[in-house]
């Protein structure tokens, strides 16, 4: 099968950008910058009848300038990857399973992109991705519904989070050897009624943050930030956000003690950039771009 897709370059200057993204308009998937101040996205890439097949769903290797995300066109699952600091893409190959590739997360030390492909019946294989072939080699298994994935690069570890019915699993995987490491059942205060979702690990801080559902006396129900202890099991939410804001984050990338999300309130798209060590919104403005997946870089 040929593959078309038009690649086009836009007329600006790459060497400032730093928080790039993926997005939706109309039938055509974006590729592009995303303003850390306004949230306003500028294209670099188009890809013509292409959509995002798993919003949220993509991976950064900083240290090579590297962006991963899948896109879909007519049932087939393609695996895409972007050289951000040269704007080519460096490889756009089909997926050999008819199954989405959940939990895309790079160790940039050992340059290997991990991932979660479900197997059916809530069994996944965990294991890590050829961006070149889409290949994959299985490290192991873990049950349950998957909730997501959080990768540490300080300590080379890969977490996968299931839920079953009475618990909230953190399964922990050796990024270096594929090893299973174990695994922990997560203590969720009674304020939180899912999650955690989304997890992301904050190399300044060396936290694990994820989204959590919570909820308030009058029944509302939202997002909230969350740091995830996976030696403990302990789940604290930040209280930046509350149930009655009714909160839906779509997606979020970080920069030292920043993160930038964008964020529903009561479904009204808003670009938000938060401090996560002191738990606060730094800026907050109306976002037009439904941006569902975004990362960070800094070495180029």
Known sequence: MKLLFLVILSLISFASANLYGVWQNGNTANFGQ??????QATYSLLFPNFT????????MNDLTSIFTFQLSNNGINFLVTINVAKNNVNYFVPLPTTELVYGLRYDSDVNSLKCVISEGNNTW???????????YDV????????LGVGLSTWNHTYYVVTANVNDVTVTTFDTRSGENLGSINLVLPSV?????????YVPSLDVLIGTVIITDSNGNSG?????????????KPLGIFTAAQQVNVVSHAAHQTTLYAAVN????????????QNAKIISQTAESTFVISMGYFNNY
């Open 52 to 59: 995002n097949s798993l919003p949220g769903n993509s991976a």
């Open 223 to 235: 997002q909230d930030y969350a740091l995830i202890d996976p030696e403990t099991g302990a789940v």
């Open 192 to 200: 939180v009624t899912s999650g955690p979702y989304d997890l992301l």
């Open 139 to 146: 490290y192991g298994s873990v049950e349950g519904a998957f």
């Open 125 to 135: 294989l965990v294991g890590e991705i050829d961006p070149a072939s889409g290949s």
């Open 265 to 276: 309130f009561n479904a009204v798209l808003n670009f938000v950039s938060l401090d996560i």
């Open 34 to 39: 995303i303003s850390t101040t306004a949230g």
